[in-house]
């Protein structure tokens, strides 16, 4: 099964920097977009930025120029790094990877990881 583990939450101060992980392991033949949302407490969960399997990428307008999305094929990882941090920021962050695994190469999924929490201070 194809598993996607995020890291790299906590809690940071506004004009801070963190980076996330998401690591996907298990048997996988392909990954192709690989993404970021977040969901903040009573909002909907939204696109913060994605990147395909050729390395073009999308921002959301609010972290554009903050954000950077960028993957490792080569380790099937995706990173998040988020620079000047603000106070609307804060929330969990989950990884989303759309890839076909080997035991059903014909079919393309959408995997989730379980999330990590982002909490942005002062």
């Known amino acids: 099964q194809v598993q996607l583990v995020e890291s790299g939450g906590g809690l940071v101060q506004a004009g801070g920097s963190l980076r996330l992980s998401c690591a996907a392991s298990?048997?996988?033949?392909?990954?192709?977009?690989m993404r970021w949302y977040r969901q903040a407490a009573g909002k909907q969960r939204e696109l913060v930025a994605a990147?395909?399997?050729?390395?073009?990428?999308n921002y959301a307008g609010s972290v554009k120029g903050r954000f950077t999305i960028s993957r490792d094929n080569a380790k099937n990882t995706t990173y998040l790094q988020m620079n000047s941090l603000k106070l609307e920021d804060t929330a969990v962050y989950y990884c989303?990877?759309?890839?076909?695994?080997?035991?059903?190469?014909?079919?393309?999924?959408?995997?989730w990881g379980q999330g990590t929490q982002v909490t942005v201070s002062s």
């Open positions: 989303n990877a759309e890839a076909t695994p080997y035991s059903s190469r014909y079919y393309r999924y959408t995997y």
């Open positions: 298990g048997s996988i033949f392909s990954i192709n977009a």
């Open positions: 990147v395909s399997s050729g390395g073009s990428t």
